[in-house]
């Protein structure tokens, strides 16, 4: 069954037509890449499905409902987390208070006035934090400022908060874009992981095709605001159509 | 201690014994003294201590916690200060009525504000607290003159109804008072030379103070206190994660407008009297440099700001030509003039120039206020202590 269901889907800025009419379907439980050269409107595809961006046509259905005209807040509540390009992280916060708060946002929504409890009593929610900072490797950094770890921490700690939350649909954009080969290969292995230990969908956008091969189960080439081709991974490889449209931008150059 | 961890539980008993021993530890000279002037020990100077520390405490919470700068915050003070006196006229002098009819009257302009400003953040939003203040300033001066009393502002009137207070005694005053406790008696105690006052309304705003400074610590350490930092520190994380800002920045926004009506309340409790001008946007600008002075975000920041300008304010203020001409009479006469020549300028009526440089200091060398200097100079002992035998040489980097 398909959890997110994209339907022709268009959105112009000024004279640009940035999305023509995309229609796609992200399957329960897949990993669902979508790749496709620079200004083939990747993220402004993952901007209209999380409430930054209003398409101007179409419908973008998730699980049955509606995600059109929901702002961010309550898009993510539904059950969708987003990583982004660049970690976004509470950079002024410690790496467990960083932790805490989506665990606050999963148990009590998007608002709740608990202004004069103690953070220390809430044992239930620090001790699901701990267990995610165990697990992320991130236990030894729990008293660190966030900001001042490493790119590939930050990473692990943003991917962190949003399965914290236990999404029904994680969205990734471009998660090793300016990493280094190991920290690369170490996000594979963790998205690998999530993928096998959790009931979850993950649609991700990259750039590197390593990346891709090594963990999308179907791929969705998408160039000038529309979808070329979308099949298997192996299948993909060898399509001449994909070749076409990424003709002069090698694979390794990407 | 009252659900404090031991850091934060001794922070409120180094406040709670600085304020209830306030009059002595700020009267450190003898009376008829050269540095008599420096004592501040007097009740009106202490009581304007504590409450603008209140004014600056809450301002901290919206400020130092989500870093949203309101420009306007004199307003909510000013309003609860009209508030307060109008409970005085129509129903008692007893202080009680007054604070909480001003913390509620605040809270609810500050709702209407905040719904309103909070829509825009960054410079948009300073401007827009600035103009509602501005406009509140206007509005007492002109066409609210009825309720304000406009340029000669409001007190408390013998003929006034007060429901709920005898009759006064021809000739008798409307005192302001806590269940007949009047808030300007004093008590005097003789140790020597030196002269301390203990006066009842600076001791019931002391506690107010302490409960005042023990809620913003219980608020700093609550989910509510952290998601408020996460506002500042990331919105669009907050957004992503599921997390409203809008009802956790307009719910610090109302705390912290009902902090400055409490403290508009206890100015009029302890000095019966109300102007506009205490919404002027001199007097919102005032709680920024107390907030960012002490060190925005802190706990004890905003406390030590307000009391640091408010001695400065009345303290420096003071010091006039012939006391300088004191001081310097030792020296010869030319290198006197010289010297008063000098330090004129930044004394008496010039003390906004001494402090407008303090503050530039501050902020170019410890933007994290006095509370950063302190850490520093904790820093620099205990290194001093770890190290003996090293010279200076260990000390300079940390500069």
Same mark, same amino acid.
């Given at each position: 069954?398909?959890?997110?269901?994209?339907?022709?889907?268009?959105?112009?800025?000024?004279?640009?037509?940035?999305?023509?009419?995309?229609?796609?379907?992200?399957? *329960?439980?897949?990993?669902?890449?979508?790749?496709?050269?620079?200004?083939?409107?990747?993220?402004?595809?993952?901007?209209?499905?999380?409430?930054?961006?209003?398409?101007?046509?179409?419908?973008?259905? #998730?699980?049955?409902?509606?995600?059109?005209?929901?702002?961010?807040?309550?898009?993510?509540?539904?059950?969708?987390? /987003?990583?982004?390009?660049?970690?976004?992280?509470?950079?002024?916060?410690?790496?467990?208070?960083?932790?805490?708060?989506?665990? #606050?946002?999963?148990?009590?929504?998007?608002?709740?006035?608990?202004?004069?409890?103690?953070?220390?009593?809430?044992?239930?929610?620090?001790?699901?934090?701990?267990?995610?900072? *165990?697990?992320?490797?991130?236990?030894?950094? /729990?008293?660190?400022?966030?900001?001042?770890?490493?790119?590939?921490?930050?990473?692990?700690?943003?991917?962190?908060?949003?399965?914290?939350?236990?999404?029904?649909?994680?969205?990734?954009?471009?998660?090793?874009?300016?990493?280094?080969?190991?920290?690369?290969?170490?996000?594979?292995?963790?998205?690998?992981?999530?993928?096998?230990?959790?009931?979850?969908?993950?649609?991700?956008?990259?750039?590197?095709?390593?990346?891709?091969?090594?963990?999308?189960?179907?791929?969705?080439?998408?160039?000038?605001?529309?979808?070329?081709?979308?099949?298997?991974?192996?299948?993909?490889?060898?399509?001449?159509?994909?070749?076409?449209?990424?003709?002069?931008?090698?694979?390794?150059?990407? | 201690?009252?659900?404090?961890?031991?850091?934060?539980?001794?922070?409120?008993?180094?406040?709670?014994?600085? !304020?209830?021993?306030?009059?002595?530890?700020?009267?450190?000279?003898?009376?008829?003294?050269?540095?008599?002037?420096?004592?501040?020990?007097?009740?009106?100077?202490?009581?304007?201590?504590?409450?603008?520390?209140?004014?600056?405490?809450?301002?901290?919470?919206?400020?130092?916690?989500?870093?949203?700068?309101?420009?306007?915050?004199?307003? #909510?003070?000013?309003?609860?200060?009209?508030?307060?006196?109008?409970?005085?006229?129509?129903?008692?002098?007893?202080?009680?009525?007054?604070?909480?009819?001003?913390?509620? =009257?605040?809270?609810?302009?500050?709702?209407?504000?905040?719904?309103?400003?909070?829509?825009?953040?960054?410079?948009?939003?300073?401007?827009?607290?600035? !103009?509602?203040?501005?406009?509140?300033?206007?509005?007492? &001066?002109?066409?609210?003159?009825?309720?304000?009393?406009?340029?000669?502002?409001?007190?408390?009137?013998?003929?006034?109804?007060?429901?709920?207070?005898?009759?006064? *005694?021809?000739?008798?005053?409307?005192?302001?008072?806590?269940?007949?406790?009047?808030?300007?008696?004093?008590?005097?105690?003789? =140790?020597?030379?030196?002269?301390?006052?203990?006066?009842?309304?600076? &001791?019931?705003?002391? =506690?107010?103070?302490?409960?005042? #400074? &023990?809620?913003?610590?219980?608020?700093? /350490?609550?989910?509510?206190?952290?998601?408020?930092? !996460?506002?500042?520190?990331?919105?669009?994380?907050?957004?992503?994660?599921?997390?409203?800002?809008?009802?956790?920045?307009?719910?610090?926004?109302?705390?912290?407008?009902?902090?400055?009506?409490?403290?508009?309340?206890?100015?009029?409790?302890?000095?019966?009297?109300?102007?506009?001008?205490?919404?002027?946007?001199? !007097?919102?600008?005032?709680?920024?440099?107390?907030?960012?002075?002490?060190?925005?975000?802190?706990?004890?920041?905003?406390?030590?700001?307000?009391?640091?300008?408010? &001695?400065?304010?009345?303290?420096?203020?003071?010091?006039?030509?012939?006391?300088?001409?004191?001081?310097?009479?030792?020296?010869?006469?030319?290198?006197?003039?010289?010297?008063?020549?000098?330090?004129?300028?930044?004394?008496?009526?010039?003390?906004?120039?001494?402090?407008?440089?303090?503050?530039?200091?501050?902020?170019?060398?410890?933007?994290?206020?006095?509370?950063?200097?302190?850490?520093?100079?904790?820093?620099?002992?205990?290194?001093?202590?770890?190290?003996?035998?090293?010279?200076?040489?260990?000390?300079?980097?940390?500069?």
């Amino acid at each position: 069954m398909a959890i997110l269901e994209i339907k022709d889907v268009g959105k112009r800025f000024g004279g640009l037509q940035a999305l023509g009419n995309v229609n796609l379907n992200v399957e *329960e439980n897949t990993v669902h890449a979508i790749i496709g050269p620079n200004g083939a409107g990747k993220s402004t595809l993952l901007n209209c499905l999380v409430g930054k961006l209003i398409p101007d046509t179409g419908s973008v259905m #998730f699980d049955g409902q509606s995600v059109l005209g929901r702002k961010p807040f309550e898009i993510n509540q539904m059950g969708i987390s /987003r990583v982004f390009q660049t970690p976004e992280i509470f950079g002024d916060l410690t790496v467990m208070e960083n932790m805490l708060i989506p665990c #606050f946002a999963k148990r009590d929504g998007a608002f709740r006035m608990h202004a004069i409890e103690s953070i220390a009593d809430e044992k239930d929610i620090v001790g699901k934090a701990e267990k995610m900072l *165990e697990d992320m490797n991130l236990i030894d950094k /729990r008293t660190m400022q966030s900001s001042s770890m490493s790119r590939g921490d930050k990473r692990r700690l943003e991917i962190a908060m949003c399965l914290a939350q236990d999404p029904r649909l994680l969205l990734l954009d471009e998660p090793t874009a300016g990493m280094a080969r190991a920290d690369t290969n170490n996000t594979i292995d963790l998205l690998k992981q999530i993928k096998d230990e959790r009931d979850i969908t993950i649609a991700i956008i990259e750039h590197d095709m390593h990346v891709v091969f090594s963990l999308a189960d179907r791929i969705t080439v998408l160039a000038q605001g529309t979808p070329l081709v979308e099949d298997t991974p192996d299948k993909i490889k060898g399509h001449p159509k994909v070749r076409e449209a990424y003709l002069g931008e090698s694979q390794d150059a990407a | 201690m009252f659900g404090l961890n031991k850091k934060d539980g001794g922070l409120l008993l180094i406040v709670a014994f600085l !304020a209830l021993a306030a009059p002595f530890i700020l009267n450190p000279f003898p009376e008829g003294s050269a540095m008599a002037q420096f004592n501040a020990g007097y009740p009106d100077l202490m009581q304007r201590l504590v409450i603008f520390g209140i004014f600056a405490i809450g301002f901290n919470i919206l400020f130092g916690l989500t870093g949203y700068l309101s420009f306007g915050h004199a307003a #909510f003070l000013g309003v609860g200060s009209y508030a307060a006196i109008w409970m005085m006229k129509l129903l008692t002098m007893n202080v009680i009525p007054a604070i909480v009819v001003s913390i509620a =009257i605040a809270g609810l302009f500050s709702l209407l504000v905040g719904w309103i400003s909070l829509r825009r953040s960054g410079i948009y939003f300073s401007i827009l607290t600035l !103009a509602f203040a501005q406009m509140s300033y206007a509005l007492a &001066y002109s066409v609210l003159t009825p309720i304000t009393g406009g340029e000669t502002g409001l007190q408390p009137k013998y003929n006034d109804p007060r429901i709920l207070d005898a009759a006064l *005694e021809p000739g008798q005053s409307p005192r302001a008072n806590l269940f007949g406790l009047d808030m300007k008696a004093s008590s005097e105690l003789e =140790i020597g030379n030196w002269i301390f006052t203990f006066n009842t309304g600076y &001791y019931i705003a002391a =506690i107010v103070m302490l409960l005042s #400074f &023990y809620l913003s610590i219980r608020i700093f /350490r609550s989910p509510f206190g952290m998601m408020l930092r !996460a506002v500042k520190s990331n919105q669009q994380r907050m957004n992503y994660t599921g997390l409203n800002t809008r009802p956790y920045t307009l719910a610090a926004f109302v705390i912290s407008g009902m902090y400055a009506g409490l403290a508009g309340g206890l100015l009029v409790a302890m000095d019966t009297q109300v102007g506009a001008e205490r919404m002027f946007w001199t !007097a919102s600008g005032e709680v920024v440099l107390m907030t960012i002075l002490g060190g925005a975000g802190t706990l004890i920041g905003p406390v030590l700001g307000a009391g640091f300008i408010k &001695y400065m304010e009345n303290i420096v203020s003071k010091i006039n030509k012939s006391v300088l001409e004191q001081w310097f009479a030792f020296m010869p006469d030319g290198i006197e003039d010289i010297m008063i020549t000098l330090i004129y300028p930044f004394v008496g009526k010039g003390w906004h120039l001494t402090l407008g440089l303090l503050f530039m200091l501050v902020v170019i060398f410890l933007p994290g206020g006095l509370v950063e200097g302190g850490q520093r100079i904790g820093k620099a002992f205990s290194r001093k202590k770890a190290s003996d035998d090293t010279t200076d040489a260990t000390k300079t980097p940390a500069e």
